[in-house]
């Protein structure tokens, strides 16, 4: 399946995440945020604070938490929920990890993560689940903390307050705050070793020979006079005579100002301490950072005798720093430069051109040969790109001005290549092709690549110029442009409703009416929903409207006599939120017994156990069902059958002909015969002129629906 987000990164399992540009920021925020804290010398307390307030952030409506084993007892205990009270504290204290210990006990236990979607109802949660009805945690999702052998020695926690599964995206948020919590354990024990140390030596003296980290005194005029096995070891000299006697200043790397030295002796000379990172060089010339903290030594009459300096290697954290960064720009799987890596050389370097290439029915690679297999040829077919932009998409950069006949050229050659190429997944040959799309010059080569190759697929060609359909960016424009206008036009009240008369034929009256959504747009003109319902249900809007005209239709005709009736689609009916939504408004505006759910035969009733569930579910409380657009495409008699509906609406297209048509209104008369042996009353719909009007009454249909008898409006209350 192709994957178009910025950037791919991989969780444990190598399971593939999917992360915008947003997203990954979001999560480098996070670090970077945490990193400073430790820099400026944060206590482990404030810091995993800070770390569990910024989580939560991320996903709203719930509360993280950091908990650690105690190696003795075997048992786990809180050191970090800051939104947690005091009670849910002690609630966790004496966790024991195990099969049932929730998912923070089970993180411990299996050191593994644990998604748990329903904590009322997970075996996982079998021992404590007096603790989810407690405090009314429905879901938790916990990361295990491991230690330098990858054993579980803690968890990190999101928990929420509804029922939920976590994105990819929270997935590695959850990943990251977890690596970030070592990080500070880490720096917590370097900093009570640090501690520690600076005791010592003021006591003993000879305490300097075995510590852990490097550690330095100098004298008052700042000159080495005594350094211990760990500074020798980390700055590479031989022995301590090769630096007794000098300044530290031959420590320095030069990447540091005279500012920057000026700054720590004030804060030393002052307040008689510094600390901070700092970049110093080894004999060998490598520079490399160090957390360094300089304390004075002074003597009874509160005078400098001494400065100790004490120095921890943070090598390896910046490693680790620079690993993320590696997640970032690199899929994990090739090896390749992914997306984000592509778009950031996009925008540094100056390229003439830019393909994106396709595997074409890669799914049904991995359907039949397993994702293991599918994996592999990612990785045969990486080594002929320099880039992966995740799934199965890969591209190429050109560059020395090339102009388009030499790229088609030279695309055209790598495609007649790979069809060559056999592929080998476990002993089987295969043979692949590609589809791919070609954007050129200055701006947005990548977007424009892409939409080149999208329009190669619908086309089922194997190029595709991006300067051959000029018109596909403004309409991706113009549907982004359309999508902000409904949120806004929701949000301001402009959704609206018009109702269309439904005559009864028998009386003359009209008697019931059709619910209409339309748009104003902020001038006042009305939108009519062909312009902007397929674009709503494109996104998560179209609930929202959905459950807006429901609210102002039952709200106006809680006032009135008529029956009137409301269109929902397929996800409507399978959006459970919604379907809650109408229960409790035709319940509490008591328009249960007078509403009608109109279901399009073309989308409502391909899923007809869905749709016979619902039916059911309202049939209940009184209301009535319709079927819309009845008679084309492919009108099933027998499902029709099972929904028990009520009203039967022909389609307008049938009706336009009924005067013209010899075959339309043979359908017709055969629809009317149908729903008069089932118990179902008829609406003709598109009803436009008197002919059409006076026909469907000669038919015997029961109601009339369209212009000639009335066009949609607004009503006023009863």
């Known amino acids: 399946m192709t994957e178009t987000a910025a950037n791919c990164l991989s969780l444990e399992g190598d399971e593939e995440v999917v992360l915008t540009p947003l997203e990954y920021s979001k999560i480098l925020d996070i670090q970077h945020t945490i990193f400073e804290l430790l820099t400026v010398g944060h206590n482990e307390k404030e810091v995993l604070s800070t770390l569990c307030l910024m989580a939560e952030k991320l996903l709203p409506n719930s509360v993280a938490s950091v908990m650690l084993l105690n190696p003795a007892t075997g048992l786990m205990s809180v050191v970090s929920a800051p939104s947690i009270p005091q009670v849910g504290h002690d609630a966790l204290t004496g966790l024991k990890p195990g099969p049932g210990g929730g998912s923070c006990g089970n993180a411990v236990f299996r050191n593994e993560a644990q998604y748990v979607k329903d904590t009322k109802t997970d075996v996982r949660w079998t021992d404590i689940r007096q603790i989810a009805y407690d405090f009314n945690l429905c879901s938790c999702w916990s990361m295990p903390i491991r230690d330098i052998q990858q054993h579980a020695v803690g968890s990190f926690a999101l928990s929420s307050f509804e029922h939920r599964s976590p994105s990819g995206f929270h997935k590695r948020l959850l990943e990251n705050c977890a690596f970030i919590v070592n990080i500070v354990l880490k720096r917590s024990e370097h900093e009570e070793q640090i501690k520690a140390s600076q005791q010592q030596l003021t006591l003993f003296g000879t305490a300097m020979k075995n510590a852990s980290d490097g550690m330095i005194i100098t004298d008052l005029n700042n000159n080495i006079i005594h350094v211990n096995e760990a500074f020798i070891r980390t700055f590479g000299y031989k022995s301590a005579d090769e630096v007794l006697g000098k300044n530290p200043k031959v420590l320095s790397s030069g990447k540091h100002d005279k500012k920057f030295y000026e700054t720590m002796w004030n804060s030393i000379l002052n307040e008689k301490h510094w600390s901070g990172e700092i970049w110093n060089k080894r004999i060998n010339g490598e520079i490399f950072p160090e957390w360094m903290s300089i304390s004075t030594v002074e003597n009874d009459d509160k005078e400098i005798q001494n400065y100790l300096g004490v120095f921890t290697d943070l090598t390896q954290l910046h490693e680790a720093q620079e690993k993320l960064e590696n997640l970032a720009f690199y899929d994990q799987l090739t090896g390749l430069p992914n997306r984000q890596k592509i778009t950031a050389d996009l925008t540094t370097k100056a390229p003439s051109g830019c393909a994106i290439l396709n595997i074409d029915d890669f799914k049904e690679i991995n359907d039949f040969f ?349």
Request: charged letters at 30%; hydrophobic letters at 40%.
């Open 370 to 718: 397993g994702l293991a297999a599918g994996d592999e040829i990612l990785r045969q077919v990486s080594q002929w790109f320099p880039y992966r932009l995740g799934g199965d998409e890969f591209a190429i950069v050109f560059y020395d001005d090339m102009p388009l006949d030499a790229i088609l050229c030279r695309v055209n050659a790598l495609l007649a290549l790979l069809e060559e190429k056999v592929f080998t997944i476990a002993d089987e040959m295969i043979t692949l092709r590609m589809t791919v799309g070609i954007a050129t010059g200055e701006k947005d080569l990548l977007t424009r690549a892409d939409i080149a190759l999208h329009a190669a697929k619908e086309k089922k060609i194997p190029i595709s110029v991006y300067e051959e359909q000029k018109n596909v960016e403004e309409k991706y424009r113009n549907n982004i442009a359309m999508a902000s206008s409904i949120r806004q036009a929701l949000s301001e009240k402009r959704i609206i409703c018009h109702y269309q008369p439904i005559v009864n034929l028998l009386t003359g009256k009209t008697d019931k009416y059709e619910t209409l959504v339309r748009m104003v747009d902020k001038e006042g003109n009305i939108i009519p929903p062909m312009e902007f319902l397929s674009i709503a249900k494109k996104t998560k809007i179209y609930p929202q409207i959905t459950r807006e005209v429901i609210r102002q239709a039952c709200t106006l005709f809680a006032t009135r006599d008529e029956e009137f009736s409301i269109n929902l689609s397929d996800s409507d009916i399978r959006d459970a939120n919604t379907v809650k939504e109408i229960i409790d408004t035709i319940t509490k505006t008591g328009t249960a017994s007078r509403i009608v759910f109109e279901i399009l035969e073309s989308e409502g009733i391909e899923n007809y156990e869905e749709v016979a569930k619902f039916i059911i579910k309202v049939k209940a409380f009184g209301a009535k069902i319709a079927i819309d657009d009845f008679g084309t495409g492919y009108s099933n008699f027998e499902n029709i059958l099972k929904l028990n509906v009520d009203y039967i609406k022909i389609d307008g297209s049938l009706i336009r002909g009924i005067t013209t048509n010899s075959r339309h209104n043979i359908i017709v008369e055969t629809i009317i015969d149908f729903a008069k042996k089932i118990g179902a009353k008829t609406i003709a719909e598109f009803v436009s002129d008197k002919a059409i009007y006076d026909a469907i009454i000669k038919h015997g249909i029961d109601y009339s629906q369209g212009y000639y008898t009335g066009k949609p409006e607004p009503l006023k209350k009863g």
